[in-house]
């Protein structure tokens, strides 16, 4: 069965260092996987997603993730946090071909960002 | 704006209580989901309806049910409510099933449902 792991419940970094929330999954078929960012009192917004293209995907607002099979990881970067950023993040993970729920939800890492 | 409209956004209700949530998808999109957001479960996925029928099905209880209409809008029923049913609840939806590889699923604002 499939999984997500963050390994990270709370990030803090100051405005304008770099942001890194970790991600490890857990599939057994071809997955995809996705980042989802939440701010307070707001629905889920998608920031990327990866479907076996280029294993450097690019999303909103300047954040990125890597695909590496190797490690089953998608770590989500951003070179600069904005006081905008904080908020909390999920990781996400699809199987292709999977039967039950289709998404599958990591725990989220709540990220805060210091002036 | 994902374009997923539910309503209401906040409700507060009495345990042993029923109540209606109501999700209207994406343009075109034929398929709603349903997730429950706590703090002790986090998200998990409760239901799925794909053009009117139901797909998948997650941890719901059986005190819960769903329904999706032939205008695609979808309602989640919740009855005998439970103190432990304070929640926020998501609908989603998707232009096809939810099997296709890279499948993206948006996800409306949430109802925020509190039990007293």
């Known amino acids: 069965a499939q999984s997500v792991t963050q390994l990270d419940s709370h990030v803090s970094v100051s405005e304008g260092t770099p942001v890194l929330l970790r991600c490890n999954y857990s599939s057994s078929y071809s997955p995809s996987l996705f980042w989802y960012v939440q701010h307070p009192n707001k629905g889920l917004q998608l920031l990327l997603k990866y479907t076996s293209a280029a294993t450097l995907v690019k999303g909103i607002n300047g954040f990125e993730a890597e695909f590496k099979k190797s490690e089953t990881s998608f770590h989500l970067t951003k070179p600069s946090a904005h006081m905008s950023d904080a908020a909390e993040y999920f990781c996400?993970?699809?199987?292709?071909?999977?039967?039950?729920?289709?998404?599958?939800f990591g725990k989220g890492t709540k990220l805060s960002v210091k002036p | 704006d994902s374009g997923v409209t539910q309503t209401p956004k906040h409700l507060i209700t009495a345990t042993g209580q029923r109540v209606t949530l109501r999700c209207s998808p994406r343009?075109?999109?034929?398929?709603v989901y349903w997730y429950q957001q706590s703090l002790d479960q986090g998200l998990q996925f409760l239901i799925q309806?794909?053009?009117?029928?139901?797909?998948a099905k997650g941890n719901i209880l059986e005190r819960f049910s769903a329904q999706q209409f032939p205008d695609l809008h979808s309602e989640l029923n919740l009855s005998s409510l439970e103190l432990g049913d304070s929640a926020l609840y998501f609908c989603a939806s998707s232009p096809s099933t939810g099997f296709q590889k890279g499948n993206t699923i948006y996800f409306g604002e949430g109802s925020w449902l509190t039990v007293v």
């Open positions: 309806y794909y053009n009117g029928e139901e797909r």
């Open positions: 343009s075109g999109d034929l398929s």
């Open positions: 996400v993970v699809s199987e292709y071909g999977g039967s039950q729920g289709n998404l599958i």
